[in-house]
């Protein structure tokens, strides 16, 4: 064969695809190759990644549970638990009535938090929407607050009362931000931001309304804290969870679909405004609960779900802002307690001093990269 023929075929055969072989010998485009290896390296660093949050919050959890100013051994903690008779009543009051269910209360409101704050960033497209910029936390903190210092109310009847003001939020921010499917997501921060002001207004004006016990009550929970929370609010809340954020989890799916755009989403059998709809109702679910039991934490929604896709390298995932959540407001919850000695900070605050400059921060990356 000749020499330019040769090279004719050498041009020819550059130009065809490249293939690789699968192990049964199945050619595979290089393409789809790229695109297989590329999902197994985020795989991997998806699973590492939940991995080291379950053990960053079973680390958090036991330094709660068993260190402070009183601390807790490892068996005596295990004797506390089964019931043994020889272990002294102090270790069991701090443990049983203290240290527990404010780990357990903070490991269930970080879950939520931090999945709800997802969930929310999710559908609006937007790392600065959560259910405490969205208004979704102050319709469930004024509903309580008007119930606890104007109805007197207390316990299931807060709960309630948070349920239904998260709910009424929530319906409004459908209805008012839904009417153009393409404008949902910029039209749904703007109303979410001009009812968590309104709403605002309305608590300064019960608390204005209050008596001093009344209002300093008041004033405590809205803040944001574990103190004094008992195991039957645990029991709602863990009730709760357990139910609303698997179904969470499941629509995932769906909700990335609507993070790509709403004709997209439309065009593959999601409807943007049904999947809203089902997610904003778990959300509120999750929210009033927490807020019931534990008051708006601050920041806490807000922060998991940048932290969560920057642990997974852009990628966003339910999942793993809720662990987020759960290690921030236990480790939160540990500095407030223990970190000034002899002052108990509640653990909104810490929350507040850390998520503030974050969300500076995350403004100021937002303007850099605009």
């Given at each position: 064969?000749?020499?330019?023929?040769?090279?004719?075929?050498?041009?020819?055969?550059?130009?065809?695809?490249?293939?690789?072989?699968?192990?049964?010998?199945?050619?595979?485009?290089?393409?789809?190759?790229?695109?297989?290896v590329?999902?197994?390296?985020?795989?991997?660093?998806?699973?590492?990644?939940?991995?080291?949050?379950?053990?960053?919050?079973?680390?958090?959890?036991?330094?709660?549970?068993?260190l402070g100013?009183?601390?807790?051994?490892?068996?005596?903690?295990w004797?506390?638990?089964l019931?043994?008779?020889?272990?002294?009543g102090?270790?069991?009051?701090?443990?049983?009535?203290?240290?527990?269910?404010?780990?357990?209360?903070?490991?269930?409101?970080?879950l939520?938090?931090?999945?709800?704050?997802?969930?929310?960033?999710?559908?609006?497209?937007?790392?600065?929407?959560?259910?405490?910029?969205?208004?979704?936390?102050?319709?469930?903190?004024?509903?309580?607050?008007?119930?606890?210092?104007?109805?007197?109310?207390?316990g299931?009847?807060?709960?309630?009362?948070?349920?239904?003001?998260?709910?009424?939020?929530?319906?409004?921010?459908?209805?008012?931000s839904?009417?153009?499917?393409?404008?949902?997501?910029?039209?749904?921060?703007?109303?979410?931001?001009?009812?968590?002001?309104?709403l605002?207004?309305?608590?300064?004006?019960?608390?204005?309304?209050?008596d001093?016990?009344?209002?300093?009550?008041?004033?405590?929970?809205?803040?944001?804290?574990?103190?004094g929370?008992?195991?039957t609010?645990?029991?709602?809340?863990?009730?709760?969870?357990?139910?609303?954020?698997?179904l969470?989890?499941?629509?995932?799916?769906?909700?990335h679909?609507?993070?790509?755009?709403d004709?997209l989403?439309?065009?593959?059998?999601?409807?943007p405004?049904?999947?809203?709809?089902?997610?904003?109702?778990?959300?509120v679910?999750?929210?009033?609960?927490?807020?019931?039991?534990?008051?708006p934490?601050?920041?806490?929604?807000?922060?998991?779900?940048?932290?969560?896709?920057r642990?997974?390298?852009?990628?966003?995932a339910?999942?793993?802002?809720?662990?987020?959540?759960?290690?921030?407001?236990?480790?939160a919850?540990?500095?407030?307690?223990?970190?000034?000695?002899?002052?108990?900070?509640?653990?909104?605050?810490?929350?507040?001093?850390v998520?503030?400059p974050?969300?500076?921060?995350?403004?100021?990356?937002?303007?850099?990269?605009?």
């Amino acid at each position: 064969m000749s020499a330019p023929a040769t090279d004719s075929i050498r041009k020819g055969a550059s130009l065809l695809p490249h293939t690789a072989a699968t192990p049964d010998g199945s050619p595979v485009s290089l393409d789809g190759a790229a695109v297989r290896v590329a999902r197994q390296r985020a795989g991997r660093r998806g699973l590492l990644v939940i991995g080291g949050l379950l053990a960053a919050l079973a680390l958090a959890f036991t330094i709660r549970t068993l260190l402070g100013d009183y601390t807790i051994t490892i068996p005596d903690f295990w004797r506390i638990l089964l019931g043994h008779d020889a272990v002294p009543g102090s270790a069991r009051f701090v443990l049983m009535e203290s240290k527990l269910p404010r780990a357990v209360a903070g490991t269930l409101a970080g879950l939520a938090l931090g999945a709800s704050g997802a969930t929310f960033q999710l559908m609006a497209r937007n790392p600065l929407a959560s259910p405490d910029v969205l208004g979704l936390t102050m319709g469930a903190s004024a509903a309580a607050v008007f119930s606890l210092v104007v109805l007197r109310a207390d316990g299931p009847a807060i709960a309630l009362a948070a349920l239904a003001g998260a709910a009424l939020v929530a319906i409004a921010l459908l209805t008012l931000s839904g009417s153009r499917p393409g404008a949902a997501p910029t039209r749904m921060i703007l109303v979410g931001i001009a009812l968590s002001a309104m709403l605002t207004s309305v608590v300064h004006w019960v608390l204005l309304r209050a008596d001093v016990y009344r209002a300093h009550e008041a004033m405590v929970w809205l803040t944001g804290s574990l103190t004094g929370v008992t195991w039957t609010q645990i029991a709602l809340l863990a009730l709760v969870v357990a139910v609303a954020l698997p179904l969470l989890l499941a629509t995932a799916r769906e909700l990335h679909l609507v993070e790509l755009g709403d004709d997209l989403a439309a065009g593959v059998g999601a409807p943007p405004r049904a999947v809203r709809g089902r997610a904003l109702s778990l959300v509120v679910l999750l929210v009033a609960a927490t807020t019931s039991v534990a008051g708006p934490i601050a920041f806490v929604a807000f922060l998991s779900g940048p932290i969560a896709r920057r642990l997974l390298g852009g990628r966003a995932a339910i999942g793993a802002a809720a662990l987020v959540g759960a290690v921030v407001v236990v480790t939160a919850d540990h500095l407030g307690a223990y970190a000034i000695p002899g002052v108990n900070l509640p653990v909104g605050v810490i929350t507040g001093l850390v998520g503030a400059p974050f969300l500076l921060w995350l403004l100021t990356r937002e303007r850099a990269s605009s």
